[in-house]
């Protein structure tokens, strides 16, 4: 069996993480290239095992299995149209992006035209299979929480007139709808965005964010009840050495997505 090819799109710790753990990959293996642009400083990061391409002519020729997105809303609107044009599956990263309802139906007409897939993945987050479960139930309400340390809000806080380090007490930032928190936190609140597209839609589903001193990490809290049942999640995850406003499991979540992606066994 010939090493599977994958082409990551930007390379940040995410995607750094990524690589190194495709290339330690046991049989058959995986043959990487990373899109950049050209001039941009991360290419001199790349290993020398990993193709560099600067442009979709390139991706194309590479002839990638995957496309793993990696580097952010606005890499999502320049190279993922493209690539789903182009009969190509995405993994997206920074599904956020898809708050704007008429880009996300751009999107899904792109891949239907060309034959490409665009895959989501889960993230920070956990609980997903229960919430596409319950999607449709006629009495569903779906709220979503993240708490995180004033070091993910350090900006936020400063121009509410907050310093970061007195912090004593909770401050809520944000209530509203999912569609509005992914519009004002694009960098933060991808999994608010992950939760309604796996549930009722970015209207219907409720979110707070708060910033919390006493948070250990990056704290996600799920609630939702319906007809079926109640579901209560918690999920505390560590934030990223390199970027606290993301958690570290984003780039071992990705990993399992391309996992599943090449599995004869998926889990649904």
């Known amino acids: 069996m010939s090493a599977r090819r994958v082409v990551l799109i930007g390379y940040g710790a995410i995607a750094g993480d990524i690589v190194s ?8 293996g995986y043959a990487l290239g990373v899109l950049l642009r050209p001039g941009s400083p991360s290419r001199a990061r790349v290993p020398t095992d990993v193709a560099v391409l600067s442009g979709l002519d390139d991706v194309v020729a ?10 952010g809303h606005e890499a999502v609107r ?33 891949a239907r035209k060309g ?5 989501l993945a889960s993230g920070a987050l956990g609980g997903l299979d229960y919430v596409r479960a319950v999607r449709h139930a006629k009495q569903l309400d779906l709220r979503y929480e993240s708490r995180k340390p004033p070091a993910a809000w350090s900006g936020e806080l400063r121009a509410l007139g907050h310093d970061p380090a007195a912090l004593t007490e909770p401050v809520t930032l944000f209530s509203g709808t999912a569609r509005e928190a992914a519009a004002l936190y694009p960098q933060n609140l991808n999994v608010a965005a992950a939760l309604a597209l796996a549930g009722p839609g970015f209207e219907a589903t409720g979110v707070d964010v708060v910033c919390d001193p006493a948070a250990s990490g990056n704290t996600h809290v799920v609630r939702s ?3 079926f049942g109640t579901m209560s999640l918690t999920i505390v995850n560590r934030p990223s050495p390199v970027n606290p406003k993301s958690s570290w499991i984003v780039g071992q ?12 066994v998926v889990m649904l």
Not at 21 to 28: I, V
Not at 62 to 71: C, G, Q, S, Y
Not at 253 to 264: D, G
Request: glycine fraction near 8%; proline fraction near 7%.
């Open 225 to 227: 009840a319906s007809e």
């Open 62 to 71: 590479f002839a990638p299995d995957l496309v793993i997105e990696a580097a």
């Open 21 to 28: 753990a495709l290339l330690a990959a046991d049989e058959p």
């Open 253 to 264: 979540a990705l990993l399992a997505a391309v996992e599943q992606h090449f599995s004869p």
């Open 78 to 110: 320049v190279s993922v149209p493209g690539c789903l044009e182009r009969g190509l599956p995405v993994l997206i990263s920074s599904i956020g992006a898809l708050h704007d309802e008429a880009f996300f139906k751009e999107l899904v007409a792109t």
């Open 115 to 119: 034959g490409g897939r665009l895959l």
